[in-house]
């Protein structure tokens, strides 16, 4: 009787696993129900009453030095172009490199042959672990956020936090849950009349390789650790290729993962840090190299599209769409206006959620009980949008400061001039607490219809566009064709009419896109939830996957089957 | 207080859902539990006695005519190149055509309407139900293959009936699984301190687009039924583009399928059988259409790496592998040459499945308790090929026909005469039954490790390539070193070394290849079953898709969320 052994005996898997089932569990509880969950609480107010001042102070601490807390090999060190957009000033901090993207991969090799043979479970474990433990650095890892992506802090604590850690808890769940969908063994037993066949049978969970994650300047741990947990829980290493610009958030994360890998006897580059300077860049490199077959990736689409068409990868890409608002009809005009007012001026506009095409009937539309024209609606949005981001306490905080200044000013001037009426001007807002912070108030423009080929794209920024229509009729077709050509990640709608609701509803779920409808309170439609909203939808141009379905993880390894007649 | 409402209203959905949901969730279940089980009973007796002559009679009756029981609309008709092996006489049957890939296109985008809106259990109900129904044709689709690819009638029989059918509700019972387990409609409260959030949420499941099946000419419904229902059950219709050699099997799929989408109000271009001829083939223009989304595919290499390179496509291939039998100890020689030797002329090895390279040390092998020399296990194994292909019974019944004989053919004298040795020519198999059958008994060849560019190829048929290796360890390194590079879908392996055998599974499984040990009784390396063995791994180059994991299923559909603040 023969019998087959696959997994690496960790000293302490056992214990970790038990100690971790039940949140694995209950995040697969929660993803089926799709109702609200929190992992990570996203209150600040949660979390020890010293953790901030704290935070503050291990990121202060940090400023300009070595970064050593990751354990990864390293030949060299390099200075990130790390610079805040609140205050101008570098980071200065040094982080280990490699000497080249070959060594990288190299040293992602060696470290796959003992972190494929550790048990998926195991492995789900040990991120759990490593998951609970970044809790501790949530504060400093909002600091580094802010002071690298301009976001401003409440936004940098939660996105680069507790949403981060509950996207990555969502990509653990369901690895967990579909590796140990198949047994491991068992025997399969065939009645064939006179006498029955009986096969042992073992079910391997073989990794694809080498895991790639290129991450973005603005959402640095949001939109990465989603992939990087899912790949290291399906047994794949991951080298993280981090902005040149915003490295140090996912130093933390990695720093964290390698604690508990080399706590565990494993070897810490399972996971590396490959950053790089805008002048030597070695993304390309490391996407192209022939042992990495899993590419994670954030960005714009030139890049995207050059990800995806790498042959002999499987690529998960999240790029740039067009995101539509259509307004129909409302109860509450006010409501209405403030709320949208919200979503452009949130971090400058510098999400992939962020809508920037407002399509409004040129007749107007109702709003309660009152027929309003398009230009008091357009006046309106203007006027709420000032209201917000020139508030002296609520405009700092809610618009930040900009990752990247020069392209949105190029970005600003560019729609400015394309316009046919400018309804409210970009200025800058004054942020007491940082005189020197990069900032652009929104710029609301209206444009024609006739002016498609300057609207069909993406301009990343605080920027809305109105453009009268013929009907709402004709605002869905616009709405839905952009979406379909370009790719769209949301879509805020108002209507009060439900046929109106359901047409839209219909018309932009075949593009592929969610749709927000008559969001008026304290939620937005650039926002989405952990356990609740899928994030990019993965049907249209915007985007192949989608945080976080199931393919998001069991396209990152295979199942293998072994018989043995016994 | 709004509400969405996506789905159509089918009058019978509820009571198809009710009848086939047990038949959806046992096959569920049995997925999740891997041992035996049968959906379709393989066992021709567990049919009507009455049911083979009935087939028989239908497919008789079906000779010389137009096939009429498709209900797609058609503007022409095509005599299909059909061709009996066994006899050497044309089917003469006429199937009904469109004038052009782009009709093709035009019928399904037409008939996408209405299917992307019946809810997804209404869905996989309908197909269950036409699965049910095919039972009643699985004579006749047995007789339809025999006489199309030259399988023997049990093989007939029961790849293209019951087996298919069973691979067919594992695509179907994943899609029920995978589209249930997000809800359709939820409340989503988010305690925000002093008040809640709510938002109605809605999910859509949203299909890709139009599908084509691309099927290959020896397995034309087993290798095509887990795609085209897997795409059917998650919303897109299908395109099936039989080889144009096997029509009549696929055309029987069809033809159920149409009866009951016609039957249920839906319209029958749901899925299309759009057959070709070899002097005007269509399988580019359709494949290449930018409506074409999803795309399922068998067959060679050259063209798999084709499709698989189209841009924009989700494509799902099961091409060629170099299939490999590691020979390290046994402890029954003859068995085991009697076991490798049927697997080589099942089906005179027009399988994807069939061993092709058998490694095994030069200075001999332990069988039993004696030292067996490499000459004596070739001898032992071509003997045991002779006296099966041989025998008057069971050679015809195991070898059957030769679908495409001439290139076979060619196969056989180009590895004859690379072959370093011969130990078992090719000769015909006489068929008493059919005495024109274009057939060919199986050739033993051997080749030396230095003739590695000669056995790292494909030789579809039915081809036994032994070489003498320096070691297990050499044999090992070889069979995954081909797998890597050049894929394979099994490996056959025999040694009573227990560390032996973990190093195989070990070698085999990096390289995502199953691997099956010391099979000596009525089991065998080629046949893997149904809710239990997955198919081809996705994780080599031999295909990029699996029977039947999730993704084969989820990567065929997204999810979009719909949100409502009421």
Redesign the interface.
Known sequence: M?????TLALPQAAQLIDKHRPALETAVAAL?????HEQFPENPKAYPETAQAEGQAAFEAQLGKPFTRLRQKSDGQLTAHEKSPYTGQPLGIGYPTLSSPEAYVAAAREAFAAW?KTSPEARCALLMEALERLKADFFELAFATQHTTGQGFMMAFQASGPHAADRATEALALAWH?QT???EH???????GKFN?K?D????I?P?GISLAIACSTFPTWNSVPGIFASLATGNPVIIKPHPTVVYPLALVAARLQEVFTENSLPAEIVLLAPDTPDAPITKQLAEHPEVKLIDYTGGNAFGDYIE?L?GKITFTEKAGINSVIIDSTTDLQAMVNNLAFSISLYSGQMCTRPQNFFIPKNGIKAGDQQVSFDEVADAFAKAVQGLSQHPKAGPAVCGALQNAESVRNRLSEVAAKAQKVWLESTPIANPEFPEAQTAGPLVVQMSVENLKDFAHEWFGPIAILIPTESTAHSVELAQSLARQHGAISCAAYTTD?QT??HI??A???A????????????YVNQN?GF???HV???NPAGNA?FT???FV??RF?????????
Chains 1, 2 share one sequence.
């Open positions: 023969s019998t087959l052994t696959g089926r129900r799709r109702t609200f494929r579909e969908a198949v047994p068992l025997v399969w037993d065939k009645p064939m066949i096969l049978k073992y079910y391997r073989v694809k068409s042959p439900p609701m359901n509803a219909d932009m779920a075949e592929a896109t969610p749709v927000s409808f008559n969001l008026l309170g304290q939620i939830s609740s909203d899928f939808t993965g049907g989608t379905d199931t393919s069991t396209k295979n199942f293998v089957g072994l018989r043995i007649q016994n």
